[in-house]
């Protein structure tokens, strides 16, 4: 409903305050509150409702209508029980912050005045009780779309159409999911002649490229209050379904967690843990592969790992496991092969959401349930491999094992510094003192296999310069170059001392 509709009810008796241009303003909800900053509760459209208890002067009305404002809220109603009316700084807090700000007779009471608000919206509170008494997403969804009247569906960040009234056209979906990365939600989405309202899903779901949002056909421009406000419920019914998905998948999670956990450190047995598969979901009699991610945080790779592993289709179950997260998909050995690809395309979707950081996966071979330790290491290499190449959204899978990276990946910090210590400190000391260029040289030498030629051209120097300053090279670390080993071992060291190394 709108701000105005409320001033204009003769039984409430409202009295603006500051605001008289901003009457259109859309009330999407009712808050009622005496915290002096209740941000955390509120999602934006609400119409606060306070009695002023926080109140003491000046600075507190500032710190208070700061908040709503930060908020997003739609106005504020200041009740006169305890104060007999608004306080004058108050009212100019309001009136500096541009917030609608009216005062509520004492003869209503802050109850009479959210039912107002609620009794505009009887199809919401159909909507939540439903859900509360157990209607799936498919249900709410066809609830809601009807009351909309217009298709709407549920996506993830991670790509998948996690439910939905009608088929959603995959370049919508795209746009979609372009349009989440941004934040700005709720709004319009525009592919070839399709048109698409975004909506939040209101939760506590971090990272934000494991969150699910609202798409409904339509502009947000068009859309009037009661469509708005059923959006909203819409999206809070699908944050309590999803949190609902969240602790069934953390059940499953935790249990095959603990089994994991004792096969590695062998105190649980191959057929002790297949047992635990099983009770989880996971028919072990078929073949299946290992996923490691990492995005920085324990809860927040397992939180997305969860999503991604919905967005395949495949049977799966997730585990946070050694600092990072861990998942066993199980399925015919045709898709299998296909999940290195298939979390490739998926990354792709995630890397925008990511903010800034970057998401690294390990992808081990397709095996049986026999063998799982051994596959859950080689996933765990895999996933030191992408973190060492950095890259935004890095997938490695096993088949790239099979290079010196596995090895450096694999090293120990201490051991890796103390290589590179003993075969380049010397030279970047000789190239700080001189500003000379020795291990650039040196970097470039090995790249062109030895080639005297290619290697001065890249560095656009003379032949015989460069045969000074290789000279010059193995004259500082008492290594001849010319031997392929003392190659080696340079090359080695150069990509610890790369910046794409850890």
């Known amino acids: 409903m709108l701000l105005g509709d409320l001033l204009s009810d003769p039984e409430l008796g409202l009295v603006l305050l500051h605001g008289a241009d901003q009457v259109d303003r859309q009330v999407r909800g009712v808050y009622i509150t005496d915290l002096i900053d209740p941000r955390r509760y509120l999602g934006g459209g609400e119409l606060v409702l306070s009695g002023l208890m926080w109140h003491s002067g000046p600075d507190d009305s500032e710190r208070f209508v700061s908040a709503l404002v930060d908020a997003g809220v739609a106005a504020l109603a200041a009740g006169t029980a305890r104060l007999g009316h608004a306080p004058p700084d108050l009212v100019e807090a309001c009136r500096s912050h541009d917030l609608p700000i009216v005062e509520v007779p004492l003869t209503v009471s802050f109850n009479t005045l959210a039912d107002r608000v609620q009794r505009r919206s009887a199809p919401r509170r159909e909507l939540v009780a439903a859900v509360a008494a157990g209607a799936d997403l498919d249900q709410a969804l066809r609830m809601a779309a009807d009351e909309l009247g217009a298709d709407c569906w549920v996506l993830s960040a991670a790509g998948w159409v996690v439910g939905g009234t009608a088929e959603l056209p995959d370049a919508a979906r795209c746009a979609a999911l372009r349009e989440f990365a941004t934040g700005r939600l709720p709004n319009t989405v525009r592919s070839d002649d399709d048109v698409h309202v975004l909506w939040p899903v209101e939760s506590d779901v971090d990272p934000r490229a494991a969150r699910w949002f609202v798409l409904a056909r339509g502009a947000f421009d068009d859309w009037d209050a009661e469509r708005v406000a059923i959006a909203t419920d819409l999206g809070t019914v699908v944050a309590l379904l999803r949190a609902r998905v969240d602790e069934a998948r953390s059940i499953a999670g935790r249990s095959v967690e603990a089994a994991l956990r004792r096969l590695l450190d062998g105190t649980s047995s191959p057929e002790e843990v297949a047992a635990r598969l099983e009770t989880a979901g996971l028919p072990t009699g078929e073949p299946l592969r290992a996923v490691a991610l990492d995005i920085g945080d324990p809860v927040e790779s397992t939180t997305l790992l969860r999503e991604i592993a919905a967005a395949t289709g495949m049977a799966s179950v997730t585990a946070s496991l050694g600092g990072s997260a861990t998942a066993l998909f199980v399925g ?35 095996t049986r349930a026999t063998a ?41 910090d201490e051991l890796r510094r103390s290589y590179r210590e003993r075969l380049l400190a010397d030279l970047i000391a000789y190239d700080d003192a001189h500003h000379s260029e020795l291990v650039r040289t040196l970097r470039t030498f090995l790249d062109c296999s030895g080639s005297w030629s290619r290697c001065a051209k890249q560095l656009h120097v003379h032949v015989n310069t460069l045969r000074y300053r290789i000279q010059r090279v193995e004259e500082i670390t008492g290594r001849d170059l010319s031997e392929f080993p003392s190659r080696v071992d340079f090359y080695l060291a150069l990509e610890l001392d790369h910046p794409t190394s850890t």
């Open 332 to 366: 015919d050995e045709a898709h299998l092969v296909q999940l290195d690809a298939q979390l490739g395309r998926i990354a792709g979707d995630v890397e925008p959401c990511l903010e800034g950081r970057n998401l690294a996966v390990g992808v081990s071979d397709v």
């Open 372 to 412: 799982l330790r051994g596959t859950l290491e080689e996933a765990g290499y895999a996933l030191r491999l992408a973190q060492r190449r950095r890259g935004r959204a890095e997938v490695v899978a096993a088949a790239e094992l099979a290079s010196h990276e596995v090895l450096l990946a694999s090293t120990p």
